[in-house]
């Protein structure tokens, strides 16, 4: 089956730094979405992002579907942005890379 | 988008008794999904659950365990039966949207089992 594959696994910054989370798949997919799972547990759709580019305030997420790789830029971030930012991808079945946890500090 | 209601948010059981989660969605879908997600761990499929059939279960999951019902299709319930500490973990349930194409999921249930 389909790999996913995220990094990195962790990643601790200061407010304010920029940071750039991978995620690469071993096959062609029919879609990619970026998920930010919260401290309670819930996730928050990000990006539905199967090629090209897309911003949204702080974030934006580019996916190469020939290349097989999508990535998350956090710019400014802030300590809300804390987290596990989780790649998944759809063959089928939705598959979800392991994530990133990304820990800001004030 | 997809907007999903899911309770309760969290629970502590006793080892041996069962939890039912329900699922409830504001729009009618043709597929409901549950997951697990068990602790510092990735989201696992459990199942998918078509209204008028049974669920069809992924490796590993048997529905003796995780009996799911689907009475319509804007409702489901997931049964986390004869529970062990094992079985804490977050299970969220998930729909697509109208173009069957992006995914949405409910707040999820944190299960603890004592």
């Known amino acids: 089956g389909i790999q996913v594959e995220q990094s990195p696994p962790d990643l601790i910054l200061q407010e304010g730094a920029n940071s750039t989370l991978r995620c690469n798949f071993s096959?062609?997919?029919?879609?990619l979405q970026w998920f930010h799972q919260n401290p309670w547990g819930q996730l928050i759709n990000l990006f539905y992002?199967?090629?090209g580019t897309k911003q949204n305030g702080r974030l934006s997420a580019t996916t190469v579907a020939t290349e097989r790789y999508s990535l998350l830029y956090i710019s400014s971030s802030q300590t809300t942005d804390s987290g596990v930012y989780f790649c998944?991808?759809?063959?089928?079945?939705?598959?979800f890379g392991k994530g990133t946890r990304l820990h800001i500090l004030p | 988008s997809a907007v999903i209601s899911q309770k309760p948010s969290r629970d502590i059981c006793q080892r041996g008794t069962s939890l039912t989660i329900q699922c409830q969605v504001d729009?009618?879908?043709?597929?409901m999904f549950w997951y697990r997600q068990q602790p510092g761990q990735s989201l696992t499929l459990i199942a998918t659950?078509?209204?008028?059939?049974?669920?069809?279960?992924e490796s590993g999951f048997v529905i003796d365990k995780f009996p799911i019902s689907r009475p319509n299709l804007t409702f489901s319930t997931l049964t986390v039966s004869n529970m062990s500490p094992e079985d804490s973990s977050i299970y969220l349930c998930?729909?697509?949207?109208?173009?069957?194409?992006?995914?949405?999921f409910g707040q999820g249930t944190r299960l603890t089992v004592v």
């Open positions: 998930s729909v697509l949207d109208r173009g069957n194409t992006e995914a949405f």
């Open positions: 096959d062609s997919v029919n879609n």
């Open positions: 992002i199967p090629s």
């Open positions: 998944a991808v759809r063959a089928g079945k939705i598959i």
């Open positions: 729009s009618q879908v043709t597929m």
């Open positions: 659950a078509n209204q008028g059939s049974e669920a069809t279960y």
